[in-house]
């Protein structure tokens, strides 16, 4: 189809002969076209008229002039090229919104899939005539501004439907990604951080153009959707934010943070817990990526680390998995490491580190569910390294933890026993001193540990045999710290009831280690 054609159905003349080329100076202005095209997709009633007119619209960028398509009605460099941007945004809009996603009614429930049906049909002509007007950019409009205009809105629109959700099929993810891709090559962004992000060498030069980042234009696309009480309705928004946000890495997070702060915390707050992970994940993202003192700043991170305590009480393992690894980088932004003791201190006084320990032991004495069990043992080890020898104040709870947890099978991996064995070794290493009064309790259950595996015919041998190194390491921390006082008991061991196996262990533990 000849441009002059798409005019002709637009109802737009030209003030040149049918019978001479149609070039810029004889065009109607392209505001104007525009204009009639954006009516048109929006005058769109069924899914058959809109395929119609976004196929309609993607003919019309593949056949105009780029000088046309892209050049102000005049040389006034204000005004005009506002207008141009602003009748480019419309177009796009109205592309985008011919593959909106519907809304729920409510913020308590949930579309059912067959409400998706529709959208990956009209998606992927979205994105192909989207795909085309980049191509066109990158020739020729980057250099105005344009590019940098609509990239925003068409990188939401990509994101949205190149995530395995409902709304996407196998067609409609591959032209969202090759939407993507041109949307990178359009700009010459090297990849999805850099086109959020932007290039700071190639700011910090004073080039214009592509290389400046858009993440502060992607939340102006979705923050009015992420309000108090409008973001449960769409599906969508919460991944965007979440995908978006997880690119951007310091130092260009920081002056976002107070708009990305607010909707990270509605989303930890939510009493979903796949909504609540993913604001768990956001938050601790903005943790590792902002500076402590923006942190510390107006206490925010004392309602960060509110709002992360709380989810120590639940029962969702899913959800104290990402809280406990958040918590132990939040820590460090309140205060030093408990074994980082000024000189001029004559005591180490009790801090938010002993508090989360003391809460996570506790839970984990009386808790018998595995899956918690696996999350709890797993975190347990990198909290007492950070302790270090202030481990001493929780070592009653801890002992009666790792003799609860060491007799109990844990098969077929046996991640709680294993990572019980490394917070005990990581514990006799820090607090060797407070070890000689527990050696009688520690030694009986190392000993009926390395019977028990080794009689267990249900374990793997690497498992097995991974069990009992670490026990025999266990052993010979142990009996450093008790000035090699465990060595005759060993000797006592009745060996008629051990098998060989473990008499092999008990005679490696031999050498006495350094404390």
């Known amino acids: 189809m000849e441009i002059s054609s798409i005019l002709q159905d637009l109802h737009l003349s030209s003030s040149s002969s049918s019978e001479k080329p149609l070039h810029s100076p004889f065009l109607p202005p392209i505001t104007e076209v525009l204009s009639r095209l954006q009516k048109k997709l929006i005058g769109a009633s069924s899914d058959s008229e809109a395929i119609s007119a976004i196929g309609y619209v993607e003919r019309f960028f593949q056949t105009a002039d780029p000088h046309w398509l892209f050049a102000p009605v005049s040389t006034n460099q204000g005004d005009d090229w506002a207008e141009l941007k602003a009748a480019y ?147 969508a928004v919460k991944l965007v934010f979440a995908w978006t946000l997880l690119q951007v890495t310091r130092p260009s997070l920081c002056p976002h ?73 939040l820590l460090l932004v309140f205060e030093k490491p408990p074994t980082s003791r000024a000189p001029s201190s004559s005591r180490r006084k009790p801090c938010r580190h002993d508090d989360v320990l003391r809460l996570v032991l506790t839970h984990m004495e009386a808790e018998h569910k595995v899956v918690l069990r696996h999350v709890y043992a797993s975190a347990l080890p990198a909290y007492i390294d950070r302790m270090g ?11 009666r933890v790792v003799l609860g947890y060491l007799e109990v099978r844990d098969p077929p991996e046996e991640t709680s026993r294993l990572k019980i064995l490394d917070a005990l070794q990581k514990s006799i290493r ?35 045999q991974e069990l009992m190194d670490q026990t025999v390491v266990c052993l010979r921390l142990l009996d450093s710290c008790c000035h090699g006082n465990l060595q005759p008991l060993l000797q006592q061991v009745d060996s008629s009831c051990c098998s060989p196996e473990v008499l092999r262990c008990l005679a490696t533990v031999k050498v006495r280690t350094g404390r």
């Not at 409400?115 to 989207?130: E, F, G, K, M």
């Not at 107070?258 to 993202?285: A, F, K, M």
């Open 89 to 235: 945004v419309s177009v796009v809009s109205a592309l985008i919104g011919c593959a909106a996603l519907p809304l729920c009614e409510d913020d308590c429930s949930t579309l059912p899939a067959v409400a998706y049906q529709s959208i990956p049909s009209r998606a992927i002509p979205v994105c192909s005539a989207l795909t085309v007007l980049l191509g066109m950019l990158g020739n020729g409009g980057s250099q105005s501004g344009l590019l940098l205009t609509v990239a925003p809105p068409i990188c939401v629109f990509a994101i949205t439907h190149f995530q395995n959700q409902a709304w996407t099929n196998s067609s409609s993810r591959p032209a969202a990604q090759t939407l993507q891709e041109a949307l990178l090559r359009a700009g010459g962004w090297r990849g999805s951080s850099d086109l959020l992000m932007g290039d700071r060498s190639q700011e910090e030069e004073g080039h214009e153009g592509g290389h400046r980042g858009i993440f502060g234009g992607v939340l102006d696309v979705l923050l009015p959707q992420m309000t108090k009480d409008s973001w449960l309705r769409c599906e």
């Open 430 to 464: 820090a607090a060797w001193p407070r070890m000689t009064c527990r050696d009688d309790v520690l030694l009986r259950c190392l000993l009926k540990l390395l019977l028990d595996v080794s009689s267990d015919s249900g374990l793997a041998d690497p498992v097995k």
């Open 257 to 329: 943070l107070l708009r990305v702060l607010p909707p990270s915390l509605r989303l930890n707050d939510h009493y979903r817990p796949e909504n609540c992970i993913l604001g768990v994940r956001c938050l601790h993202h903005i943790v590792l990526n902002t500076p402590a003192a923006d942190l510390r700043q107006f206490n925010r991170a004392e309602v960060l680390y509110q709002a992360l305590f709380k989810h120590l009480y639940t029962t969702e393992a899913a959800v104290i998995q990402p809280v406990l690894s958040c918590l132990l980088d």
């Open 389 to 399: 020898v202030a481990v001493c104040r929780h070592l009653r709870r801890l002992e």
